[in-house]
């Protein structure tokens, strides 16, 4: 069985964290991949803090085991959330899309592990000075909002800084990803596309549909121009915007076009309209299952490749 010291740090049984995917990683989700061993994660998204209170009493009367909040610091209720957690005394947070600096302190006082995903050498090292838990290296492979730095680059440079446990994130959608990276020096991953298809999650059945048909090639990035690059699966809607993006529209009327997407996506399941996020893993993802099933299947796969990492060693 593969144990790591991010097990201990977290009280879990795998290394295995669940990405926070807005309109999508509820407390249903979260509380399945926490009873299946890895550390479940609700996202909030843009949502206000009702809904992630409500969403985080949801997990915790499914689970005893911890479980976390994903806080996207662009939302604008960014700030309310920030004090929901602490309330209501969440396990662990994870960070995107932002510096958490200025809720640093007031989550680590609360008793919070403060995890942020980190895209870059210089916010890693930031993170570890203002007194992270562990980070999240997360390479441009990803789903949602991506850096310009790959996760095979990414981890081992985060690493190389930084003492605290690092989670790559990026990519990894099987137990070779996890072997791999491991051998970058992470000690954790964290899985997001893998997740949009267990039985737990209440994505609409559309979106599922799209992740198990993708290939290699189904996803593109667009916002480049805006400075938020984001990776979807490719669709009418993600077609129009990278159009868009590259014609003379204003920088305002672009911005709008998005408004919206990603919920069509989740909860329609508009094929025309909706901005379906996925990483460029999806074209290895092929099967619906539970997700404690998931998260089982990927550990059992890492150990044999780990065990015969050394077969080329002389």
């Not at 919206?260 to 999806?282: N, P, S, T, V, W």
Request: charged share 20%; with cysteine.
């Amino acid at each position: 069985m593969i144990r790591t010291p991010l097990c201990d740090l977290l009280n879990i049984e795998y290394p295995v964290l669940q990405g926070g995917m807005a309109w999508i990683a509820d407390g249903g989700l979260a509380a399945a991949v926490s009873n299946g061993g890895g550390l479940g994660i609700i996202a909030a998204g843009n949502a206000p803090a009702d809904y992630v209170r409500g969403e985080i009493r949801k997990a915790a009367s499914l689970t005893e085991k911890p479980f976390g909040v994903n806080i996207m610091l662009l939302s604008p209720f960014a700030d309310e959330v920030a004090q929901v957690v602490a309330e209501e005394k969440v396990a662990v947070v994870t960070t995107g899309a932002g510096n958490p600096s200025k809720y640093m302190k007031g989550w680590l006082e609360a008793g919070i592990k403060v995890i942020p995903v980190v895209p870059s050498v210089a916010m890693a090292k930031l993170m570890t000075r203002i007194g992270a838990t562990a980070l999240i290296a997360e390479g441009g492979e990803s789903g949602g909002h991506v850096g310009e730095l790959t996760t095979m680059v990414l981890v081992p440079q985060v690493c190389s800084v930084t003492d605290l446990p690092v989670i790559a994130a990026g990519g990894i959608a099987d137990g070779r990803g996890v072997a791999a990276s491991f051998m970058l020096g992470a000690c954790g991953v964290q899985l997001g596309t893998r997740f949009l298809v267990a039985e737990e999650c209440n994505v609409h059945p559309n979106y599922k549909e799209k992740v198990l048909k993708a290939n290699d090639l189904a996803t593109m990035v667009t916002g480049k121009r805006l400075g938020h690059p984001v990776r979807s699966l490719k669709n009418p809607f993600s077609r129009d915007y990278w159009k868009a993006e590259y014609s003379d529209m204003p920088d305002e009327e672009l911005e709008n076009l998005a408004v919206g997407a990603l919920r069509l996506a989740a909860k329609e399941g508009d094929l025309q309209k909706g901005c379906f996020l996925a990483g460029q893993i999806a074209g290895m993802v092929n099967k619906e299952q539970p997700a404690a099933d998931i998260i089982r299947e990927i550990m059992e796969e890492a150990e044999p490749v780990l065990k015969g990492a050394c077969k080329w060693v002389k």
